[in-house]
């Protein structure tokens, strides 16, 4: 992901080099063509705009400097708008004073949540917590089955409604799990929940009905970061609707524009805080935004 973008982006600063000085002019036509790059790259518009502004005004306001070219002075200041749009320092995650910490996962059928909670398991042990899994996704067939087997993978165990009692309601679910962690003494319980294929008031009624009941500290957003546009549209429907604390980016291997990806933390408000970049549970990292400008700048 972002390869045409970090091209693109790469080869307007590299235009600059070897300018002793740069004039306004110089100035508006690397704006215009960051601006085009981003737009390209399915960036939403009134982050590309706000973007650009400060990067121009920055720009032309940059002082003489010794130990930086005019060239130099834009690639970091470009950096270091671009870290600020991804959201500044890196967030680590909200754990409770008292154990257990409680993660709930919301967002689109597919997004990758199942798979999250399988890799964030695997990525809280490795921290030395003892998480445990709650199926509340109860919509899909077969969720509560995959949750389990990534459990398993992961090594964590996984709290599920018995098999044979109907559907099952997924708020009592995700209670009863609770309880059952603090029984057995696990500090991080993540709580997987249904999504659809398009935003829907069921779901979300969903959602926010198990939020009230188990009281999360963190509510993370899962989303594809290949679905473009859209991607922005469902963020902002899951904040009004749910609410969140922080997004996890997934698919960030795959080959669309992902600017989407770029415009998530503006849009919503809310920092990102992991990123998946594979179908195995060890593609998985916390998400550093100083790390991801230096890649996208290549
Ligand atoms: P859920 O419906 O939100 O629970 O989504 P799933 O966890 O079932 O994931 C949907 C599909 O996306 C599955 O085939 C996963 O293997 C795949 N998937 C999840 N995360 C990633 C990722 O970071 N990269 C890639 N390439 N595929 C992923």
Redesign the pocket.
């Given at each position: 992901m972002f390869n045409t973008l970090s091209d693109r982006l790469t080869s307007v600063l590299q235009n600059l080099r070897g300018k002793g000085r740069l004039s306004e002019a110089d100035i508006d036509a690397t704006a215009r063509e960051i601006r085009v790059a981003l737009l390209e790259a399915d960036v939403a518009l009134p982050v590309v705009r706000a973007f650009i502004a400060k990067v121009k005004e920055r720009a032309k306001g940059a002082e003489v400097s010794q130990a930086l070219n005019p060239a130099q002075q834009v690639v970091k200041i470009v950096n270091e708008e671009l870290i600020g749009i991804l959201g500044g320092e890196t967030r680590r995650l909200n754990l409770a004073k008292n154990p257990p910490t409680v993660i709930m996962l919301a967002?689109?059928?597919?997004?990758?949540?199942?798979?999250?909670a399988g890799k964030l398991a695997k990525w809280l042990r490795g921290q030395g917590h003892t998480p445990m899994l709650v199926a509340c996704?109860l919509q899909?067939p077969n969720?509560v089955t995959?949750l389990q087997v990534v459990g398993e993978r992961a090594g964590v165990p996984v709290f599920a409604p018995e098999p044979g009692n109907g559907v099952g309601d997924p708020v009592d679910v995700a209670r009863r799990g609770i309880d059952e962690a603090k029984r057995a003494q696990h500090d991080v319980v993540v709580v997987?929940t249904a999504?659809r294929l398009g935003v829907d008031e069921e779901m979300m009624r969903q959602a926010i009905d198990i939020r009230a009941a188990v009281q999360p500290d963190e509510v993370l957003f899962?989303v594809d970061a290949m679905i473009g546009q859209d991607a922005v549209n469902t963020a902002t429907a899951f904040r009004d609707g749910v609410g969140f604390t922080g997004v996890v980016l997934?698919?960030?291997?795959?080959d669309a524009r992902g600017g989407a990806a770029l415009s998530v933390r503006e849009v919503t408000g809310q920092p990102i805080l992991f990123a998946?970049?594979?179908?195995k549970l060890e593609?998985f990292d916390v998400f550093h935004p100083d790390r991801m400008a230096s890649r996208i700048l290549g």
């Open positions: 967002g689109l059928q597919g997004a990758g949540k199942t798979t999250l996704d899909r969720a995959q997987d999504g899962v997934t698919k960030l291997d795959g998946s970049n594979g179908e593609d």
